[in-house]
């Protein structure tokens, strides 16, 4: 078999595509990469197709040899990459040759790093998709050592793109994200919703695929639950405790948490590259703006 082998998979890789979408009445969460972003910039670097699927590396110190040549990209947090211990620079297309090995670093800035290959890997679909759900053992296992990162050469390009700097984000230890308040902002008193946009939290250890636990100022609705309901990306549940806590692509599909609003899902991406101590603080949008900084995104990206 053609691949990657794996020689050190590092503290936790999978596949991960854009998820599956319209199974939540069954409980399946839509799963999917973290940092789309991150993700769209390294298809567009390797003129793959939108939603082409690619390995999501949690903090590096990923170690892979070559079984057959092709092209890669790296993309999202910054670390130490090399091929055959030569450094090598990310954000940009990489010939790979056959008895190569690769290796990523440990992240310096930002905590999700993405690998691709031309034409992507050979990996079966599970309800549409090629992502990886660990709480819901849906789709490929994380990687482990001695497994097979599948592809196929699908050629090599003429030109090795490499992405414009003013387009490279920026993976800062504050991260200010947007906000709309949902319907159950009436929960919560004017005071309440003043305390909780002029406060700033920190990000907790309890922050993975499903959710970013914060810590900070607490703030208290008028009742401590609701009727359970479907949640959206994004949803800023405020348990009893008071503490905010913003849920992401592995989310539960439903709760009964009161909600106050919603992170938009541009600046969900940002936070699913924020480390432990990192400091978030949060702005009101209205909807129309949400909508509007959204579609300018997935257009920007669907044009290619």
Not at 11 to 18: C, E, G, P, V
Not at 69 to 74: F, R
Not at 144 to 162: A, E, M, Q, R, Y
Request: charged share 20%; with cysteine.
């Amino acid at each position: 078999m053609s691949g990657f082998e794996v020689l050190n998979p590092g503290i936790l890789s999978t596949y991960q595509d854009l998820g599956r979408v319209g199974y939540g009445s069954i409980g399946v969460a839509p799963s999917g990469v973290m940092d789309e972003e991150a993700y769209n910039y390294l298809n567009l670097l390797l003129e793959n197709p939108y939603g082409t699927n690619a390995l999501e590396i949690l903090l590096g110190g990923i170690k892979l040899k070559a079984l057959e040549s092709t092209q890669i990209a790296i993309t999202g947090a910054k670390a130490d990459i090399k091929i055959n211990q030569k450094r090598v620079g990310n954000w940009r297309v990489l010939n790979i040759k056959k008895g190569d090995i690769l290796e990523i670093g440990f992240a310096k800035e930002g905590v999700r790093i993405y690998l691709g290959v031309k034409g992507g890997f050979d990996i079966a679909k599970n309800f549409g998709s090629c992502s990886t759900n660990i709480k819901e053992g849906i789709g490929e296992k994380p990687l482990k050592k001695g497994d097979i990162v599948p592809f196929t050469c699908k050629g090599f390009s003429n030109s090795l793109k490499t992405l414009k700097s003013n387009f490279i984000p920026e993976y800062k230890n504050e991260v200010e994200l947007r906000v709309v308040l949902g319907y159950q902002k009436d929960m919560f008193t004017k005071k309440q919703q003043e305390l909780f946009f002029s406060s700033a939290y920190t990000v907790t250890s309890q922050n993975d695929r499903m959710g970013y636990r914060l810590s900070g100022e607490k703030i208290q609705p008028s009742q401590n639950g609701i009727i359970s309901e479907a949640i959206s990306y994004g949803a800023i549940q405020i348990p009893s405790h008071g503490e905010p806590i913003v849920l992401l692509k592995e989310r539960q599909t439903i709760g009964g948490y009161p909600k106050i609003g919603t992170v938009i899902p541009v600046d969900c991406f940002k936070l699913s590259q924020a480390k432990q101590n990192d400091i978030v603080k949060f702005k009101e949008i209205s909807l129309a703006e949400g909508r509007n900084l959204t579609n300018r995104f997935y257009n920007f990206f669907n044009s290619y």
